[in-house]
């Protein structure tokens, strides 16, 4: 029996086509970095960060149909939580602070939780989007968050420090620990999505009467996802803080929050790879669009993004692996 | 005391442009179920172009009122003719759509007009006015009276006209309402195009009070929202209290607790969100 | 033993009272109909027992339970499986996906992170089992929206099987349904396992009378006939409101 495939029709062409995108993608990922200049590298970083930052939206929106304009506010948790620790009490463990600020950002997911899902729909979006703002504004307005004074938000972090004597991070190895949650996160991704959580969360998305019908707990589920898309979102803020060794009050805000929804929604929602996708384009579109028009990057950004909506819904991804696909067929055809 | 009454009338006036842009945002909200979060970004676009038209053109500031109302309807029409109309009942990406555009008009803004951080925009032609020994920016009482008498036109048009029970007919079910003969394409443009036009009316007068910068686009946004939720998604008269309601807060949160101010006016819309989402005035739950 | 008993049931929407003063009770294994005309409340007695809505007075026992202030889902833990008059099965997910979903729904399975969904080989085999007897096993991988409207009728009434339900709810099963599909669905209601309590909503008199073992009428939220179909053809007043009978004389109108 069994042939898992979810697509409408399965694939003829022979597994090594269907492959080789990935073997191409890990090449990329792994091997290319290395003869990359610096600065390179380091957009490489940023967009795997956003990568897994958009894996948050694409759990808590498009998987489960909760369209959240607030999953910046756990960005921020996670990222000010490395902030502090470091700056206020001088910890700079990778293993501690990366920890305290993926927990700490669960845990306000958690708390919110219950709060934002009394309403659903515009409100939702609207309360999630309020969340953020205050997180803005408590980060804005306290001196403890502002560190050295007189600065919005916290500057002169270090490096985080793994324990290994004598070890540094580069920028190249740096590359290498982000390279190394984003597999995490994406091999977490997929076990989501195969998961017979993961497709209620799609069910719920699809039509939330139905499934309480069918005995599922639909604002347990919902919550969950929330928790488990706020632990996503904090990580990527513990990653962006360690990359840019500072963090400020906009980092909470819905320009930081639109971001992972451009990217799920440009690069294919509800899919694996598309908000790995989505991150890629975006992140480097915006640094061919910062050499050859400076400026006209939001007009760029904006664009794309109604572009998208409006024409291919679906996202790049889809497209992408339907070209990929339909070559193969073509190409073994005989 | 006088700084009492000073802030008096700024807040009133502040709650007046507050109460002009949320019940637009308001209407197309909650009666027609669009959510629009570009709406903030029309008044940013309306106050530009009010102000291309006072100081670049020179002329009458009527004019450049008028013009920024026209502006910002015609904008609007432009999204939902264009791009809205194809996403009816798809809440989701209306929202999102939207937010792209602000994206791309607060850059389009900053491209023509250079990005100024705060353009100065005082129609000189309203003299000060004196009240009791103290000193007022005649602004503030155009603002009050512009608000008053839209507020009883707004109100007027959604209760008491045909074309008010026909959007409010079309708010619960399209297919029917056309069933009976009512256009709602018609009153979809219309609405949107009311809406907006309002809208644009309140960024040039609104930028008599705050000036005019790139950032509207968003602050005005949060600003309509807040005073949408908490007085009512669809109700002129609640977006009237929400918007007095928050002007007044505002201006004297800022002299008397300044730090606090931002998130006070977030909190009330969260729990206001929490306890009772339809707003003090809402007409849906 | 009781399946379910509605004891003194009522709901109102502010000043509408939908339903009044319903009691009933179901026997295990009953074959029950219910009908009455449009607007009469079958489907919001439908939506009071399963739990999508609450009562504004009474209560509702299942299998002697008292389950008014349940919530749908734990409901669904108690055996009642329900089919909507439009059909419900989500249009944009395969026919496997909708399938899959209907298979973990009772299970601890549902929370499940780490396997895949596809690793449950005593759940597959019950998915592909309903989806054989719904003769749409091939068609798996389709979207739903591509199918015909009464194969997504018969896809939905045969995951609503597929859970081992106790209390079944069908509502219009035959709605939108050819002739042929019809008496289809009359067969499959009846060859149901003797153990499952079914109530069926239906306007089709071939449904009716085909399949019921007993007939309840509501009439605008009141109960007003319950009985054997017999009984229920010989009812005047039954017969006053099908076929607008008048006194004393035997002049029908079509109704």
């Given at each position: 029996m069994n042939e898992n495939a979810k697509r409408a029709r399965p694939n003829v062409m022979p597994w090594a086509w269907r492959l080789l995108p990935v073997v191409l993608a890990v090449a990329l990922l792994v091997v290319m970095p290395g003869f990359l200049p610096e600065f390179l590298q380091r957009m490489m970083s940023k967009f795997l960060i956003f990568a897994i930052f958009s894996i948050s939206y694409n759990i808590v929106a498009?998987?489960?149909?909760?369209?959240?304009?607030?999953q910046a506010a756990y960005f921020g948790v996670g990222g000010y939580t490395v902030g502090v620790l470091m700056a206020?009490?001088?910890?700079?463990s990778l293993w501690v602070t990366a920890l305290a600020g993926v927990t700490l950002g669960s845990l306000a997911a958690a708390v919110v939780g219950p709060i934002v899902l009394r309403v659903s729909g515009m409100y939702f979006l609207i309360l999630t989007f309020a969340i953020g703002r205050l997180g803005y504004s408590l980060t804005w307005n306290?001196?403890?968050?502002?560190?050295?004074?007189?600065?919005q938000g916290i500057a002169g972090l270090p490096r985080p420090v793994t324990?290994?004597?004598g070890f540094q991070f580069t920028e190249f190895s740096f590359y290498f620990l982000v390279l190394v949650f984003f597999a995490i996160a994406m091999f977490l991704q997929y076990r989501l999505s195969r998961s017979p959580f993961g497709h209620s969360l799609e069910g719920i998305r699809e039509g939330e009467t139905r499934m309480e019908a069918l005995g599922y707990n639909v604002w347990l589920h919902k919550y969950l996802s929330y928790v488990i898309a706020g632990a996503f979102a904090a990580l990527a803020g513990v990653l962006y803080v360690y990359m840019n060794r500072f963090i400020e009050p906009?980092?909470?805000d819905i320009m930081r929050s639109f971001y992972p929804m451009a990217m799920v929604i440009i690069g294919g929602p509800?899919?694996?790879?598309g908000p790995a996708v989505g991150a890629a384009a975006i992140v480097f579109v915006e640094y061919f669009s910062s050499i050859?028009?400076?400026?006209?990057w939001p007009l760029i950004l904006g664009s794309l993004f109604v572009l998208t909506i409006m024409f291919?819904?679906?996202?790049l991804a889809v497209y992408a692996a339907d070209l990929w696909s339909k070559a193969g067929a073509k190409l073994w055809k005989r | 005391m006088s700084m009492f009454f000073t802030n008096l009338v700024n807040g009133l006036a502040m709650g007046m442009v507050y109460f002009l842009t949320a019940a637009g945002m308001s209407i197309v909200m909650g009666v027609m179920g669009i959510s629009n979060l570009a709406h903030g970004a029309l008044y940013m676009v309306s106050a530009y172009v009010g102000w291309q038209v006072f100081r670049?053109?020179?002329?009458?500031f009527t004019v450049a009122v008028i013009a920024g109302g026209v502006a910002g309807g015609l904008l609007g029409l432009f999204i939902e003719r264009v791009f809205l109309r194809r996403l009816y009942k798809q809440p989701n990406e209306q929202v999102l759509l939207t937010y792209g555009f602000v994206y791309i008009f607060t850059n389009a803004c900053i491209w023509i007009w250079k990005g100024w951080p705060r353009l100065p925009f005082?129609?000189?032609?309203l003299k000060p006015v004196m009240i009791g020994g103290l000193r007022f920016a005649s602004s503030r009482f155009l603002l009050i009276a512009l608000g008053a008498l839209s507020a009883v036109a707004l109100w007027y048009l959604q209760d008491r006209t045909r074309l008010g029970a026909r959007v409010r007919a079309g708010m619960d079910d399209k297919e029917m309402a056309q069933g009976m003969g009512v256009n709602m394409e018609m009153v979809s443009m219309i609405v949107f195009f009311i809406a907006s036009f309002v809208a644009g009316l309140s960024g040039v007068l609104g930028a008599q009070v705050m000036g005019i910068n790139a950032e509207a686009g968003n602050t005005i946004l949060l600003q309509a929202l807040v005073v949408v939720i908490i007085g009512g998604v669809g109700s002129i008269q609640g977006a009237l209290l929400g918007g007095l309601m928050i002007g007044l807060l505002d201006t004297f949160g800022k002299v008397l607790f300044p730090q606090l101010a931002m998130f006070t006016i977030y909190l009330a819309m969260v729990i206001v969100l929490v306890v009772r989402p339809q707003g003090l005035l809402g007409r849906r739950g | 033993m009781e399946a379910l008993k509605l004891d003194h049931v009522s709901k109102r929407f502010g000043g509408l009272?939908?339903?009044?003063d319903i009691t009933l009770s179901v026997e295990e294994g009953e074959r029950v109909v219910l009908i009455g005309p449009n607007g009469a409340g079958k489907t919001t007695t439908f939506n009071l027992i399963n739990g999508q809505l609450p009562v504004s007075s009474g209560r509702i026992f299942l299998f002697g339970e008292d389950?008014?202030?349940?919530p749908v889902h734990t409901r669904a833990h108690r055996g009642i499986a329900r089919s909507f008059?439009?059909?419900?099965?989500?249009?944009?997910?395969?026919v496997l996906d909708n399938a899959i979903l209907t298979a973990h729904?009772?299970?601890?399975?549902?929370?499940?992170?780490?396997?895949?969904?596809?690793?449950?080989p005593e759940l597959m085999e019950k998915v592909q089992t309903a989806l054989d007897h719904a003769g749409l096993w091939e068609e798996?991988?389709?979207?739903?929206?591509?199918?015909a409207y009464g194969e997504q009728r018969r896809l939905e009434i045969a995951l609503t099987l597929a859970?081992?339900?106790?209390l079944l709810l069908l509502d219009?099963?035959?709605?939108?349904?050819?002739r042929g599909e019809c008496g289809d669905m009359i067969h499959v209601i009846n060859t149901l396992p003797r153990g499952i309590t079914t109530i069926v909503v239906a306007h089709d008199m071939d449904v009716i009378f085909g399949v019921a073992e007993r007939i309840i009428v509501l009439f605008y939220g009141k109960l007003l006939a319950d009985g054997d179909p017999a009984t229920i053809q010989a009812d005047r007043q039954v017969r006053e409101i099908y076929m607008g009978v008048e006194e004393g004389t035997e002049r029908a109108r079509a109704f």
């Open positions: 498009a998987y489960t149909g909760l369209i959240s304009l607030g206020h009490y001088g910890i700079n306290l001196p403890f968050f502002n560190v050295p004074q007189g600065i324990g290994i004597p906009a980092d909470f509800a899919t694996l790879w050859l028009v400076p400026a006209r291919a819904r679906k996202g | 670049g053109f020179h002329w009458p005082t129609a000189a032609a | 009272h939908v339903l009044e389950v008014t202030r349940l008059q439009i059909s419900s099965i989500y249009p944009n997910l395969t729904g009772l299970r601890r399975s549902r929370f499940g992170v780490l396997r895949s969904v596809t690793a449950y798996r991988h389709e979207f739903v929206k591509n199918l859970g081992d339900p106790k219009e099963p035959s709605c939108g349904l050819t």
